[in-house]
């Protein structure tokens, strides 16, 4: 591994919190229940005046921080914003056997109960729109507005298969979790373009790995396999009934969410 002056990833990350510290907004961790451990970023807890909060729910790849830098900064003036890690990203863990998404979204429900948080708007993008929907469903009293960005939710088994053949690959974990430079730049020509992943050096994308989709390799395979969405060729998204009672369409489902722009 590059020493840490030397990784870009490492300096990058090191920018980040740079960014998240002067939006107001510091790294906390809470015990939810007796099994799970949620770090997130949020504001000050001795801050006493309440804003609207708004919660940032990441996707199947590098931890929080890496995702949500510019909306923490855009929107961060005027909300309380809580930008969480989702169980085996970044510092969050459980011992628990659960691995599906609903997991995943009582696990933050139960992070915003413990920071005081009762009603909050939510955004998720990919696999963190699978658990802004679960959020949304299971408590449409608390969940004001549900933004679902990039998000699947209504996909099925055949289009996870049909992810790993595009992309050579035996099954879409070896696709999302890279253990090497050749498929960290398959996984960057999926997800970006094919000429951005070819101008990368492989130490570049080795120190990536290392830093981003090693750890917890095990149980992230684990958050895959334990995947409700998508399980069939059957989509079950049933429509949303959030307390505000606005219904917008989204992938010929109706559902109650905001529309939002970033």
Request: hydrophobic share 40%.
């Amino acid at each position: 591994m590059l020493p840490s002056f030397l990784s870009f990833v490492a300096l990058y990350e090191s920018y980040l919190r740079r960014c998240f510290i002067k939006s107001g907004l510091s790294q906390q961790t809470i015990d939810v229940d007796g099994e799970t451990t949620l770090q997130f970023w949020g504001p000050s807890p001795a801050r006493s005046a309440r804003r609207p909060a708004l919660v940032f729910l990441h996707g199947f790849g590098p931890k929080a921080i890496w995702q949500w830098r510019r909306q923490a900064q855009h929107f961060a003036p005027e909300f309380d914003v809580y930008v969480p890690d989702l169980v085996f990203f970044g510092g969050s863990t459980t011992r628990s056997a659960e691995r599906s998404e609903a997991f995943q979204a009582a696990s933050v429900g139960k992070l915003l109960e413990r920071a005081g948080v009762e009603r909050y708007s939510v955004v998720g993008t990919s696999y963190g729109g699978f658990v802004a929907y679960h959020m949304a469903r299971m408590w449409p009293d608390r969940v004001e507005k549900a933004v679902i960005a990039s998000s699947g939710i209504n996909r099925r088994r055949s289009h996870g298969a049909e992810m790993a053949r595009r992309a050579e690959a035996e099954s879409p974990a070896d696709v999302m979790l890279p253990e090497t430079a050749a498929s960290m730049r398959r996984l960057l020509g999926l997800a970006v373009s094919r000429r951005v992943s070819g101008l990368v050096p492989d130490f570049v994308l080795n120190d990536v790995i290392r830093r981003l989709y090693s750890e917890n390799r095990k149980e992230k395979i684990e958050l895959l396999r334990g995947s409700t969405t998508g399980k069939d060729d059957t989509p079950h998204v049933s429509a949303l009934q959030q307390a505000s009672g606005e219904e917008g369409e989204v992938g010929g489902h109706r559902e109650d969410r905001a529309r939002a722009s970033a």
